[in-house]
């Protein structure tokens, strides 16, 4: 079965600063990779998705970006930080042959 | 645009009972339905997946339908346990998104002694 790792598990970072979310993926390969973000109170929103090492597709506006450098792995990233980026950030894999999607322990980011 | 809405968005019940959570979705074209599981500050653990094809699929105490002609999927917990508190959330993978799952709100259930 497949198991998602994701560092820092807590982050408090202040604005304008720099950020990297890592998520690697084990037990899978080739899998289609996701980042969610989760504000409090609120629904899970789609931010990126990577179906293979370097394609990333956006599906929010904002000043995050992603990268897959390796099949296996996904970075979440931003040059400068704004409060409104706080909330919890998973990364997700799909199961090829069924779809079925995996979350990983996610990531809190808080932007003071 | 696809549509997830899972009513109620809250509910208590005491040890023993038997629930059932619903979420209705708007557009039929899906490729599957996925239950999930969330407790507080913690990632999302999959609960049950029926594809389209599917009428329902069990594990354990739980059994999830699914009837894509009305927009339902019905989540049932048998014998509820405390320990089944959680926020519930379901999601639907539309056909023709490139991979996209559309999520509900969720439901917050506490089950209580």
């Known amino acids: 079965s497949q198991t998602i790792h994701q560092w820092p598990a807590t982050l408090v970072q202040p604005v304008g600063s720099p950020l990297s979310l890592e998520c690697t993926v084990e037990?899978?390969?080739?899998?289609?990779l996701y980042w969610y973000r989760q504000a409090a109170g609120r629904g899970l929103q789609l931010l990126f998705y990577?179906?293979?090492?370097?394609?990333i597709s956006s599906e929010v506006p904002q000043n995050l970006s992603a990268s897959r450098p390796q099949d296996r792995q996904f970075i979440l990233s931003s040059k400068k930080l704004l409060l409104s980026d706080s909330g919890f950030y998973l990364c997700?894999?799909?199961?090829?042959?069924?779809?079925?999607?995996?979350f990983g322990e996610g990531s809190r980011l808080t932007v003071l | 645009k696809q549509e997830v809405t899972q009513i109620p968005a809250a509910l208590s019940v005491p040890e023993g009972e038997n629930l059932v959570l619903n979420c209705s979705f708007t557009?039929?074209?899906?490729?599957?339905l996925q239950w999930f599981r969330q407790d507080p500050g913690k990632g999302l653990t999959s609960l049950l997946l029926?594809?389209?094809?599917?009428r329902e699929q069990t594990s354990g105490r739980l059994n999830a339908s699914l009837d894509k002609s009305s927009g339902r999927s019905t989540l049932y917990i048998a014998a509820s346990q405390p320990g089944d508190s959680a926020t519930y959330l379901c999601?639907?993978?539309?056909?023709?998104?490139?991979?996209?799952?559309?999520f509900g709100t969720g439901t917050r259930l506490q089950v209580t002694l």
């Open positions: 997700a894999s799909t199961k090829a042959n069924t779809g079925e999607l995996f």
């Open positions: 037990g899978t390969s080739n899998p289609n």
């Open positions: 990577s179906v293979g090492i370097g394609q």
């Open positions: 557009d039929s074209a899906i490729y599957n």
């Open positions: 029926i594809q389209s094809s599917q």
């Open positions: 999601a639907v993978w539309n056909t023709g998104t490139a991979s996209k799952l559309t």
